[in-house]
T-cell receptor
């Protein structure tokens, strides 16, 4: 049972380039999320998706684009990478439609460096 | 401004000591969770508290949700080196969204 995977695990790119981070989950969870983690900020929500073809902005969506054509995949694209997008990116999903319990399962993260 | 403030940000203690980590907010949450994150990995859920005043124990870890559901604490008794990691609190506001709001985290180092 692979659970939730992210690729690549590490990426170095240059300012202005387009970068896509992949997220795949094997549980058929309805909800999926993208967070970025920076020192002193904890985890900040970029985008989330309630189901295939349904996405919504989170706290810090500027400069990012998401899509969800299939339930199991939720790619995050940086259309024109900037140095401020250097961060560790985490994908997460929710098992089932629990009310307040909302246990999120996280992927291992992608460390992105923008030069 | 962080919606959920955690303190302290960093904590370095000796094995066997006790410690408490705090998570505070001016907002009310329908539930609050504590996650632990190890280097190079994603956060893993430790506990969820739902009711104001609720106390949950997980071996040497004790979690408490404030009466007004605006704050929470994590107390570790007789810390072990295996407790080292980043502890994150996360709250779900009563908005119906599935997204959580995370605190900035407390980095704990337990020295042998």
């Amino acid at each position: 049972d692979a659970g939730i995977t992210q690729s690549p695990r590490y990426k170095i790119t240059e300012t202005g380039r387009q970068v896509t981070l992949m997220c795949h989950q094997t549980w058929s969870h309805s909800y999926m999320f993208w967070y970025r983690q920076d020192l002193g900020h904890g985890l900040r929500l970029i985008y989330y998706s309630a189901a295939a073809d349904i996405t919504d902005k989170g706290e810090v969506p500027d400069g990012y684009v998401v899509s969800r054509s299939k339930t199991e995949n939720f790619p995050l694209t940086l259309e024109s990478a900037t140095r401020s997008q250097t961060s560790v990116y985490f994908c997460a999903s929710i098992k089932g439609l629990a009310g307040v319990y909302n246990e999120q399962f996280f992927g291992p993260g992608t460390r992105l460096t923008v030069l | 401004t962080q919606l959920l403030e955690q303190s302290p940000q960093f904590l370095s203690i000796q094995e066997g000591e006790n410690l408490t980590v705090y998570c505070n907010s001016s907002s009310v949450f329908s539930s609050l969770q504590w996650y632990r994150q190890e280097p190079g990995e994603g956060p893993v859920l430790l506990v969820t508290v739902v009711t104001g005043g609720e106390v949950k124990k997980l071996k040497r870890l004790t979690f408490q949700f404030g009466d007004a559901r605006k704050d929470s604490s994590l107390h570790i008794t007789a810390a072990q080196t295996g407790d080292t990691g980043l502890y994150l609190c996360a709250g779900k506001q009563a908005t119906g969204r599935r997204a959580l709001t995370f605190g900035s985290g407390t980095r704990l180092q337990v020295q042998p």
